[in-house]
């Protein structure tokens, strides 16, 4: 963190602090709530929350989230879903963003594991990877202030745990005016904060996989103005899929202590985490037909739902790090998350209907990204000729097989081998301060309540990585496949114990590179919202400014380097690309940007609303256009560069029974995007727009001991402008299909509940241009309870019962057929079952 970033800093909490005992002062004369429930402002309570019934999809709840105060869905004009704990539970969803598989708007690829998940809202594209504009919050404040850092993402820093009450997730609207960066979703994930005593604790175990976790929460009030929430979760395993070692090692605690004033509350909270997960990325996997019909299957000994390019003979990796020194790593590190996060909140009552409201929440993050990536796949002859050149002879270079010679024919049991790309990425520091400080004043007006809210919102974001990639040969098996060493025609080794070369020469050795980037956002926002009758209109105003500074260097060339220290030059050493740390760029920019939302909500009756939003938010570009050409040699940017606009028109009807609820949102969108795809062996540069226009649809039938909720939202996205590929204008863009939707049914018998989660897409094109198709499909899942009673319950879990196969990307040859059917794919994970115990407090 540089001076100036401190010094800012310092000064926003500076100023949070001295406004706070003037607010402690005011308690003496400020009457209101006690706790932090807020009021719900006259027309939700009135009118809206009348009708007040448990169902899967309630209107008739209190949304908080990316919103001027305190409304129900019902009142508010937003498109917002809500799930809640129990919801998540019986979904089967494994971790953050496999969550938002269950909601309308969303295209979440959770594919990846516990992180690197892409996901897309409403036609805003995924032209690399992450959620370039969506934000992931935990208690209304950002895990990562980006949702696209290279290697990063915030789902990569969230385990959702017991410690979730409920996850509240806002598409388009108002996030543009109550976050940065956030023009297409805010997901909010909301941990409970001991109003009530009790808590769990669950164990739970794979079936056909090896993986063992310990979960629990305890809360309880311990006065009548004080409580608390405590909870974590521990695990081990190799994993859904069979690596060979435990990849799944490590766990979580998170808490918070509450304390009631006059009118507020305090709270601190906390959380720790330190967790290692394997990255899945693309595998070997055959695709044959044609473009518009492909037929997609596993090859011989590689399941593309279950296999990975993991393996217990492939577990470490010997390169130069930025700093020109070797470094190991150990390949079973995978996703290792690690972090320290501390969190303050308060809540004053000023009088004369003035309230204060603070929150502040400092992390450290770290980590680390290693993952294999099959960058070629091809028969073994081939990539051996490849290397070594004609003539070449291979060996095993690790396995029980290790030092005898390897049968190009039959090598790996299929005669195919592939070379990895490891994907080696250090993340020293991910480390981000967030403040966000509001005044409201409520208007008591003739004509409806009227809510004034002033915000002003800081962060300071860094991002330090170091990347250092290496090749290697290996065979093509899902389970226990060994690395290969190459011979020329002279018997002269040319790889050096399966690592065929340092860095990514078949790319360009792209990826060798490190940066030191720092980003402050300063964002001061306004919002009013008033009701007038049935109406509720809410507008809103935000000033975002970025500050982007640090530095970031790549390899100029290659060097003679003895890596291992032997003292001997083998073939690899010969050209090893390291960061020149002489020819430094600097990055040294500030933008700002000016967004807005403007809604309306009418209550019809008590059953019926009817919705309309107009908005403008922004995205500031981060790490994804330092290596891209996007900053100048002085390491200045353009602002169309830069920040990235969103403009969304959105309208819909709500519906609400005792028994039934219905949730319709029309919207449109236009989006301006620059980026950048390391993969890309084609295009890594993008600069596009795109618009889409659709429907989603949300709505639960409840009747009894019966339930259904689902979802379903029709997508028709196109590029409309090409800067660098004028001929992909009129595209759809990659992995964006027509239509998703999610079913949710279940029925309780005594003490016996099922249900099944049904998650479909239609087919979608796998790159621009339109060329290859991913077929769509529907992954099925199913669960049942059993209550043994009123505390304890044990439940069997199915994932992908019917074992589908489910693309959700392609990556050697994104763009046809080859001509021998061989290419890389990423699936959704196999038939996954497990079993669970949970004994409530």
Known sequence: ???????????????????????????????????????????????????????????????????????????????????????????????????????????????????????????????????????????????????????????????????IDHVEVVRGGSSSVFASNAPGAVINFITKTGEEKGGDIGITAGLNYDSKRLDFDYGQPISDSTRFHIGGFLRDGTGPKDVGYDAQKGGQLMGNLTHDIAG???????????????????????????????????????????????????????????????VVTNLADGYHSKVAAFGGEGKFDLGDNWVLHEKLRIAHNSGDFVGPYPAEVNTAAALANEIGGAGSTLRYASGPLAGQVADPATVGGNGLATRVHLFNVTLPDMGNTTNNLTLKHAFDLDDGPLDLLLGYYHSNQTIKQDWHWNSYLETVQGRNASLLDVYDASGQAVTDHGLAAYGTPYWGNCCVRSYDANYQM????????????????????????????????????????????????????????????????????TKHHLEYSFGANYLVNTDVALFARISRGARFNSDRLLFGGGLLSNGTAPQGVAVNVVNQYETGVKWSTDHTSLFVTGFYATTQEQNQDVTSLTQSLISRNYKSKGLEVEGSVDYGNFSVRGGATYTDSKITKDAITPADVGNMPQRQAKFVWQLNPSYRVGPVTVGTTLIGTTKSYASNPNGLVMPGYTQVNAFARYDINERMSVSLQANNLFNAIGLTEIDQSPGSVTTNGLNTARSILGRTIYASWRYSL
Request: aromatic fraction near 6%.
């Open 522 to 589: 300063d964002a001061p926002y306004l919002s009013l919202s008033w009701q007038p009758g049935n109406w509720q209109l809410d507008g809103g105003l935000r000033y975002d400014r970025m500050q982007a500074s640090g530095s970031y260097a790549g390899s100029t060339g290659t060097s003679a380097i003895d890596v291992n220290g032997d003292g001997t030059l083998q073939t690899p050493e010969l050209t090893v690309p390291v960061v020149n740390n002489n020819a430094v760029m600097p990055i040294n920019y």
């Open 1 to 163: 963190m540089n001076i100036h970033a401190m010094r800012r800093q310092a000064l926003v909490i500076a100023v949070t602090l001295a406004l706070l005992p003037v607010a402690a002062a005011a308690q003496s004369t400020a009457t209101g709530q006690s706790a932090d429930q807020a009021a719900v402002p006259t027309q939700s309570a009135d009118k809206a929350t009348s009708k007040k019934a448990s169902k899967s999809v309630n209107l008739s709840e209190v949304v908080v989230t990316a919103s001027p105060g305190a409304l129900s869905k019902m009142s508010s004009s937003v498109s917002v879903s809500t799930l809640e704990a129990d919801q998540i539970t019986t979904s089967g969803a494994q971790g953050a963003a496999d969550i938002l598989r269950d909601i309308p708007g969303i295209r979440s690829e959770s594919s990846g594991g516990d992180g690197n998940a892409n996901i897309s809202v409403r036609g805003l594209p995924v032209a690399s990877g992450g959620g370039k504009f969506v934000q992931f919050q935990v208690d209304g404040m950002p895990v990562l202030e980006f949702g696209d850092t290279a290697f990063a993402t915030p789902d990569t820093f969230l385990r959702p745990d017991f410690n």
């Open 264 to 326: 507020g509350f305090l709270r601190a909270s906390f959380q720790l985490l330190d967790d290692k997960a394997p990255v899945y990325l693309p595998v070997p996997v055959s695709i044959t037909g044609s473009n518009g019909s492909p037929n997609v299957s596993s090859l011989p000994g590689f399941s593309v739902q279950n296999g990975a390019m993991q393996s217990p003979y492939f577990q470490r990796d010997l390169a130069v790090n930025a700093s020109g020194n070797p």
